[in-house]
């Protein structure tokens, strides 16, 4: 089962900052949190990832709270091509055999005009 | 380059019918990946390869044949379908020499067993 929970729905406006949350509370000491996104009918994209520290690249930030159970993606000015659904995924990771991603029903984020 | 490429786009096929589904990447990644994706549900992981060897498969039915020719390619044959096993087939890949390493994937083939 998916580690996450995150809101099934967001709405923002086009050019507003876009803060999407995840809760992972049973989240383990070695474990990353992975941010994809998934455009209609596409393969996911990454983001982003981190473990504890915040993290910034050229397409967002994740904020990790300091007891690791939550975390937020802001994508700081969200465009219509942004609309998409969004993964939060905790991962497991058995050393040398390939992390499993363990996807989680995710938000679907409307960016509108 | 960060691409997965995978062929064909789209496939039609009878119950009856073996076809395959060809995925390829050329950034040296040693762990390639198989996930199921059904209508409004998110990815669901089939099988990894990890340095051509199968190291996990998510109890996926034998209908559903993974091979690993070399480290750029993965296949995933397919015999025997049922109506249900209609999705979006992606595949993925990642370094594998990082624990927090990133899985990139391809496009998808979305399949129609008819």
């Known amino acids: 089962d998916a580690k996450t929970t995150q809101p099934p729905s967001m709405d923002c406006a086009e050019g507003r900052a876009a803060n999407l949350p995840c809760n992972h509370s049973t989240i383990s000491g070695n474990e990353y949190v992975y941010w994809y996104r998934q455009i209609h009918s596409q393969g996911p994209q990454y983001i982003i990832h981190g473990l504890k520290n915040n993290e910034t690249n050229e397409m967002a930030s994740l904020i990790i709270t300091e007891d690791r159970k939550s975390s937020t993606l802001i994508l700081p000015h969200a465009t219509l091509r942004d609309t998409a659904v969004y993964y939060c995924i905790v991962r497991e990771t058995p050393y040398n055999q390939g992390g499993k991603l363990i996807f989680g029903q995710g938000t679907e984020l409307s960016v509108k005009p | 380059d960060t691409e997965v490429t995978q062929t064909p786009k789209h496939l039609v096929m009878g119950m009856t019918n073996k076809k395959s589904l060809k995925c390829e990447q050329h950034?040296?990644?040693?762990?390639m990946y198989w996930y199921k994706q059904k209508a409004k549900k998110p990815p669901e992981l089939m099988f990894v390869y990890s340095y051509e060897k199968l190291s996990i498969n998510e109890s996926v039915p034998s209908r559903f044949s993974p091979e690993c020719p070399n480290s750029s390619l993965l296949n995933l044959h397919l015999h025997a379908l049922q109506p249900e096993d209609s999705a979006l087939y992606l595949c993925?890949?990642?370094?594998?020499?990082?624990?927090?390493?990133?899985?990139?994937f391809g496009p998808g083939t979305r399949l129609l067993v008819l």
């Open positions: 950034m040296g990644h040693r762990a």
């Open positions: 993925a890949s990642s370094p594998l020499y990082l624990l927090q390493e990133t899985q990139y």
